[in-house]
């Protein structure tokens, strides 16, 4: 997710997108013919938008108003909660359809199956650190949730913008980084089985677009006052590859791994990211992406690129973020990421209500049921219960506290109904 950090950064960064053009003839995976025709469309008949100049279909191909059909239940369908315990401590509960109780037991019971939890290296106590995912997931098993384990290798955000190095990692090289990475996701996969609770897919570092672990593995420098930007894959790649073998290091039955770029809609920065993971051998089980429609763009784009992805290399794709406004704010719209009706492409068909809400996370759905050969993994939502409150993360919670699926009194909202497993 994007934090304040990421929007306030003024550090000039050269994204993937940018340099897709150059990418060289032997890291290209060749497209396979079925995509040839694949256009945009519109989600069930009901969604149409162009797509951006660098994604738009071939002229002589005829829209698909109907799509596949659905593949079978999405079988991932949950929430990234890892504030929870930070809600619970300043008094906040949860309620749905006249039942208080835990936020993981509300979902469990419409249906999710799934729970994310985020990982920093070396934060304050209790603000996402190991002791606390530690006791979400052992709340989570009981619920009879499955665990997502989202390792930042950082102790703070990371995010495309902000991959710093957590400060006891600082100054190693690139091989004693490595190990570093690799014992530590090791270990921290194995602190899960450990107490009964074993992950049943990890993340490799948080949108990792432009790398993790900076400047080490930290893909593009320069690009600013006129600087030429450097690509430098070898750093992101080798502690890639390191964090992978940790994962598959840590149990006797290793966790699926997933590997999660920024942007769901950006169709040549995904394609030229994960070709190069293509080409240098990466092996991982999971695609995944962010997809924000107020940042990113209408779903229509989001369909055609994870049409492309699945086609293209034959992964399981993973929605790993999403979250869509239920009401836009009457007073200090600075203070919200969505504060008008305008930054919502769909906004015609999604506005920010309840039920608009609840109609976005409908089409969400069925798009992913609908992407080619049966991979649409499924899509989690991020943090739908951080409501206001939480003096220790303010300056983020309220930025994202007309985003949640629970109103700001706790009671659920209708697009809960979105975890259903029909």
Not at 47 to 53: D, E, W, Y
Not at 280 to 304: E, Q, T
Not at 385 to 394: E, F, K
Not at 404 to 419: E, K, N, V
């Amino acid at each position: 997710m994007l934090s304040r950090r990421h929007l306030l950064s003024a550090m000039p960064l050269m994204t993937a997108s940018s340099l897709s053009a150059s990418l060289p003839a032997s890291l290209s995976v060749p497209l396979p013919a079925s995509m040839s025709d694949a256009t945009p469309g519109s989600l069930s008949g009901s969604l149409s938008g162009s797509m951006p100049a660098s994604q738009s279909p071939p002229p002589s191909a005829a829209p698909n108003r109907q799509g596949a059909p659905p593949s079978a239940v999405l079988s991932v369908r949950g929430a990234d909660l890892s504030s929870l315990l930070q809600e619970e401590a300043v008094g906040r509960r949860f309620r749905d359809r006249g039942r208080e109780a835990p936020a993981e037991r509300l979902l469990a019971a419409r249906g999710a199956g799934t729970v994310r939890l985020r990982v920093w290296v070396g934060p304050r106590p209790g603000d996402f650190d190991l002791a606390s995912a530690l006791v979400l997931a052992r709340r989570a098993h009981a619920a009879g949730l499955r665990v997502l384990l989202d390792l930042h290798y950082s102790d703070s955000w990371a995010d495309e913008s902000n991959q710093a190095v957590p400060k006891a990692w600082a100054g190693q090289d690139l091989p004693t980084l490595a190990d570093t990475v690799r014992t530590y996701t090791r270990d921290t996969v194995r602190a899960f089985a450990a107490q009964g609770t074993p992950v049943d897919m990890v993340q490799i570092g948080n949108e990792i677009t432009n790398g993790m672990l900076w400047p080490q593995g930290q893909i593009y420098t320069g690009g600013g006052d006129g600087t030429a930007v450097t690509e430098n894959w070898h750093g992101f790649l080798t502690l890639l590859k390191a964090g992978l073998q940790g994962a598959a290091q840590g149990t006797s039955a290793p966790p699926r791994t997933v590997v999660h770029f920024a942007n769901g809609c950006d169709g040549d920065g995904s394609r030229y990211f994960y070709d190069h993971l293509a080409a240098a051998g990466i092996r991982f089980d999971v695609l995944a992406v962010s997809y924000y429609a107020f940042w990113h763009g209408p779903l229509a784009s989001l369909k055609y690129n994870l049409t492309d992805l699945a086609t293209r290399y034959g992964k399981d794709i993973l929605v790993a973020e999403t979250s869509y406004p239920w009401k836009l704010p009457s007073t200090n719209p600075e203070q919200y990421h969505v504060a008008s009706a305008d930054q919502l492409p769909d906004g015609a068909l999604f506005p920010a209500t309840p039920a608009g809400q609840t109609d976005y996370f409908d089409a969400l759905r069925d798009l992913i049921a609908r992407l080619p050969g049966g991979h649409g993994l499924g899509f989690l939502a991020w943090e739908p219960a951080w409501l206001p409150g939480v003096t220790r993360n303010s300056d983020e919670e309220i930025l994202y506290s007309n985003l949640t699926m629970f109103d700001w009194s706790g009671s659920a909202l209708p697009s809960l109904a979105a975890f259903r497993t029909p």
